[in-house]
């Protein structure tokens, strides 16, 4: 499938964006953690939020990588 640089920098872009949130996470889930007594639902909830934004990575990465087998 052909893409057109626009369509892939919108992806890029989305990544990018998609990335930024999944590292942010990370801190989020490390201050949680930290507060004494922490809230293990809460950190349940973050970590699935981190797993749908890695599949949704995934996903991207696989659309702006060329079909090298034809």
Same mark, same amino acid.
């Given at each position: 499938?052909?893409?057109?640089?626009?369509?892939?920098?919108?992806?890029?872009?989305?990544?990018?964006?998609?990335?930024?949130?999944?590292?942010?996470?990370?801190?989020? /889930?490390?201050?949680?953690?930290?507060?004494?007594?922490?809230?293990?639902?809460?950190?349940?909830?973050?970590?699935?939020?981190?797993?749908?934004?890695?599949?949704?990575?995934?996903?991207?990465?696989?659309?702006?990588?060329?079909? /090298?087998?034809?």
């Amino acid at each position: 499938m052909n893409m057109a640089p626009s369509d892939r920098d919108d992806l890029r872009k989305k990544l990018e964006d998609l990335r930024a949130e999944h590292r942010d996470l990370d801190d989020v /889930i490390a201050r949680v953690v930290d507060q004494v007594p922490f809230d293990q639902l809460r950190v349940q909830r973050l970590k699935k939020r981190k797993l749908v934004l890695r599949d949704m990575m995934q996903k991207l990465e696989s659309e702006l990588l060329p079909d /090298i087998i034809a």
